[in-house]
């Protein structure tokens, strides 16, 4: 189908590079999973959600990825049928999906004692609720008329060049229309946020002084929302064209990075209090450690940008989304026994 080779090509490349990735991603999974020497269960129903969530999650961001707005108008432009062309890309978007979410994800429950007949199960309905999702998706559109080389319009309007001195100028306001915007950020969020209620969940055993700092770290792996001016040249150009365009970036930025994470984590630490209960004092291990992650995201966009990707998953994939949680995974332990201490 030549559709879906063409959306193939925007997810994977030509190469391997983009397959092996994910493989050593999970294998790394695995091996950290197992380190942990778990001594609880779960539930099926957690690795099904789980699965659910993450497929769902990748269905509702590709309808609001810029490139696949440019494929979609190079595949339309070709002797294929508007249906041909989601067919096309629904494959590629479920076959992205499965390599990238549900095979880490298989890795790690299988290391934690998940039984294999259950992951392959969760895999299953999770592929077919994402392939649900983004049908679904692909039908309300064309229900309110939506045209599919112009999925991706309410992105694109997002960018466009502010009259000077108008409202829209302002950093805070470009960089919230942007998060506003993007499908990818508001998925990638809510999927966080139910990971969030999950993970005291799988980390319970390991206990508080530990359990907690490694939760926060892995909360802190937004990608989308950690990357947004590389994601976006056009709002990095409008970003440097504002007087004193480096701290009008880095405040607003680090204070909505700030709000997000913290939110987040407060889900985790009321999930955690609920199941085993909790000191107060985390609560202040997490603001600091939401600190630290806004503060941190932040500096990397501003100083070192992800420059010379050729589709947006090239850029959630980049080795740099690893930098800060790794951090948080070193020194949070550290914070958490000095408070507790």
């Known amino acids: 189908m030549t559709s879906c080779r063409a959306f193939m ?19 790394a999974l695995y091996l950290a999973a197992q380190s942990l020497n778990p001594t609880f269960s779960i539930a099926p129903a957690v690795v ?46 479920l076959a992205h999906g499965a390599l990238t979410k549900l095979v880490p994800l298989a890795a790690a ?26 049908l679904g998706i692909a039908a309300i559109r064309g229900a ?7 999925f991706s319009l309410r992105t694109r309007r997002a960018f466009a060049p502010s009259a000077p001195g108008s409202s829209r100028g302002s950093a805070c306001a470009l960089i919230a229309r942007r998060l506003m915007s993007s499908g990818s950020i508001l998925a990638n ?10 993970l005291p969940l799988l980390l319970g055993d390991i206990g508080p002084v530990m359990g907690v700092p490694i939760g926060l770290a892995i909360l802190s792996i937004n990608t989308p929302l950690c990357t947004v001016a590389s994601g976006e040249p056009d709002l990095s150009d409008e970003l440097a064209m504002l007087p004193d365009s480096g701290r009008m970036f ?26 085993h209960g909790l000191d107060a004092r985390f609560t202040v291990l997490a603001a600091l450690m939401a600190g630290a992650a806004a503060c941190a995201s932040a500096a990397l966009e501003r100083f070192r940008p992800v420059r010379g990707w050729s589709a947006e998953s090239d850029l959630w994939r980049h080795p740099r989304k690893y930098l800060v949680p790794f951090a948080l995974l070193l020194l949070g332990p550290i914070v958490s026994i000095a408070l507790l201490g």
Do not use: N
Request: charged share 5%; hydrophobic share 60%.
């Open 250 to 275: 880095f405040i607003p930025y680090a204070g909505m990075l700030f709000g997000v994470f913290l939110a987040t984590d407060g889900l985790f630490l009321a999930s955690w209090a609920l199941v």
């Open 109 to 134: 429950l299988t290391a934690l004692g998940v039984p294999v007949q259950a992951c392959i199960a969760g895999c299953g309905i999770g592929m077919l609720v994402g392939g649900a999702a983004f």
């Open 144 to 150: 309110l008329g939506c045209p599919l080389r112009g």
């Open 48 to 93: 099904l959600a789980a699965a659910s969530v993450a497929m769902a999650a990748d269905a509702i961001a590709s309808w609001s990825s810029r490139a696949a707005a440019i494929e979609m108008e190079a595949v339309c432009a070709l002797p294929v049928t508007p249906h041909e062309a989601v067919a096309g890309y629904a494959v590629a978007t």
């Open 9 to 27: 090509q925007m997810y994977f490349g030509r190469g391997p590079k983009a397959v092996i990735g994910p493989l050593v991603a999970a294998l």
């Open 189 to 198: 969020t809510a999927g966080f946020a139910v990971m969030a209620l999950a």
